[in-house]
């Protein structure tokens, strides 16, 4: 089961629940919440769905990669060193990591 | 299915790919209240088209939804009615009256219209050798396509693409690493001539190969030969005869311009558009692969068949609907995948430009930077994101050319990351 919570930049809070694995970027896409774009697909080619993380979830991420870590230099809203990571390379629910359950705070835009 | 409808509406858009899809969408968020009606000949739910020669395709069919939607989708199925947009999937548009403001449908249908906009995509270039119509000559463009050709592989052993294209490259590495003996067939003598330096072709050229593609560059298909009606080989023209159970045909697409023409616009490379995306009738608009437009700083008129292309006009488009429209200048980027390989790319490069070369090849991190006279035009990056990211910013500050010299560029210990960090956006 994957968990994702949505905070956006009103406040609001959204919550998606699924059983298959899913990305934090597709999860956005697949169930309309405002905020994440994905432009590319999913390759970390675009920095459109840049999120911040809660704090209380940063020790259970995935590592990042070279190419996601200079990718977020390209995010429209500014970056945060320790929170910002981009949706897509967040896969939540999957038995191969320790993340069935996630709390994302979404920038003012992504374009 | 499709009965008859009459309908009409304020902002009336013709294709739901990237380009018409994300209109819809900065139509409301720019806080457009009036009526909008999305047209698509295809059926089915719009999708996102650079993942189909990709992770689409190297997916297992098993694991994929049956609906073969799941994971390409563009917009979540709540879309059309939280975004109160009209969505008519299915049905072709077969005739434009501007004197009347009024469409028509192939199924008889009437839709009137305030504005129109063209978001109709591009097309797949027919292959005219004899045996092109053989079973097991395909093409590669819609979810259609893609979901048939994706199941085709998996049943074929040998499959020769003709044409080495980003589709077509990008294919070839996915049927490779599922095991297939593949063969590329390219008129030009190195592979996505069209759009990258010397010095990256050749690159890829050499990666394809180590993959253990076969690569005929500078070869012409002479004819598709066929057992019966399926296909079993290709026969280039310099005599070469390749085995074929399977051959994907990627030789560009041209403008869906058609309807466009007929219509009475200006067409030029596509539906030609002025710098506020306005076609030759200014109640109709054109974006995306569709349209060709003028670079702003130049005023070079460029036709781009990418993703950023389609979303960055419709975006630009979405403000001009709304009053607030500024002439587009956004800065061309582009990716693909091939095998691992990321290549990413910023600007617009053109046969004669000077490379600068950071990093190495060998290395299989680099980036070529292009230059013409003596400004920065476009910089190619082979898994090196921080030089694209730094490309985008350093190309964006001067809109068509950077503030970058190759003096600048060829000093040593140069950084194009910490040059970007100098450069200021909107200068």
Redesign the interface.
């Known amino acids: 089961m994957a968990t994702i919570i949505y905070l956006n930049a009103n406040g609001e809070t959204q919550t998606v629940q699924q059983d298959k694995p899913v990305s934090v970027m597709r999860a956005a896409i697949e169930n309309g919440i405002d905020g994440i774009v994905g432009e590319c697909g999913g390759q970390a080619m675009c920095a459109t769905c840049h999120v911040y993380v809660d704090d209380g979830y940063l020790d259970r991420l995935p590592p990042i990669s070279d190419d996601e870590a200079e990718m977020l230099d390209c995010t429209a809203a500014d970056r945060d060193d320790a929170r910002s990571r981009l949706g897509c390379q967040l896969l939540v629910g999957s038995p191969e990591n320790d993340l069935d359950e996630i709390v994302v705070n979404l920038p003012a835009t992504q374009v | 299915m499709t009965s008859s409808i009459a309908i009409s509406a304020d902002i009336v858009v013709i294709g739901a790919g990237?380009a018409g899809m994300q209109l819809a969408d900065s139509l409301r968020?720019e806080g457009f209240t009036g009526t909008i009606a999305l047209f698509d000949q295809q059926p089915g739910v719009p999708y996102?088209r650079?993942?189909l020669s990709?992770?689409f395709m190297a997916a297992d069919p098993q694991v994929i939804d049956a609906s073969a939607v799941h994971?390409?989708?563009?917009?979540?199925?709540?879309?059309f009615t939280?975004k109160d947009i009209g969505f008519f999937n299915g049905r072709a548009v077969a005739s434009i009256d501007r004197a009347t403001h009024q469409l028509t449908l192939e199924d008889g249908s009437h839709v009137g219209y305030g504005r129109l906009v063209f978001a109709t995509g591009a097309t797949n270039r027919p292959l005219s050798v004899p045996g092109s119509d053989l079973d097991g000559v395909v093409g590669l463009k819609t979810l259609h396509d893609a979901g048939k050709l994706r199941e085709r592989l998996r049943r074929s052993e040998r499959v020769v693409v003709i044409g080495a294209g980003f589709i077509g490259l990008e294919f070839a590495s996915v049927a490779r690493s599922s095991g297939c003996s593949v063969t590329v067939i390219e008129f030009n003598e190195r592979p996505m001539k069209r759009a990258l330096s010397a010095t990256t072709g050749n690159y890829f050229a050499a990666a394809h190969r180590a993959m253990g593609i076969n690569l005929f560059l500078g070869e012409a298909v002479e004819s598709i030969l066929g057992n019966g009606t399926v296909v079993n080989s290709v026969r280039t023209a310099s005599g070469k005869t390749i085995p074929a159970d399977l051959v994907v045909v990627g030789v560009g697409v041209a403008p869906a311009a058609g309807l466009a023409q007929a219509a009475g616009l200006v067409i030029d490379n596509g539906i030609r558009v002025d710098a506020m995306l306005a076609t030759s009738d200014p109640d109709i608009f054109a974006i995306g692969d569709c349209a060709s437009y003028p670079i702003a700083a130049t005023g070079d008129r460029v036709r781009l068949e990418s993703?950023?292309n389609a979303?960055e006009h419709a975006?630009a488009l979405a403000r001009v609907l709304c009053g607030r429209g500024t002439g587009y200048d956004a800065v061309p980027w582009f990716?693909s995948?091939q095998g691992g390989i990321?290549l990413?790319i910023a600007g617009l490069t053109a046969e004669g430009d000077v490379e600068v070369l950071l990093g190495s090849p060998a290395s299989a991190q680099f980036s070529v930077l292009l230059f013409r006279s003596d400004r920065l035009v476009a910089v190619e990056s082979i898994n090196r994101?921080?030089d694209?990211?730094a490309a985008?910013r350093i190309l964006a500050s001067g809109a068509a050319c950077g503030p970058l010299s190759v003096a600048d560029a060829t000093a040593p210990d140069f950084n194009l990351k910490e040059f970007s960090r100098l450069v200021r956006v909107g200068g």
């Open positions: 990237h968020s996102q650079p993942p990709k992770e994971g390409v989708m563009l917009r979540g199925s709540a879309f939280e993703v950023q979303t975006r990716w995948v990321r990413q994101a921080a694209h990211v985008r």
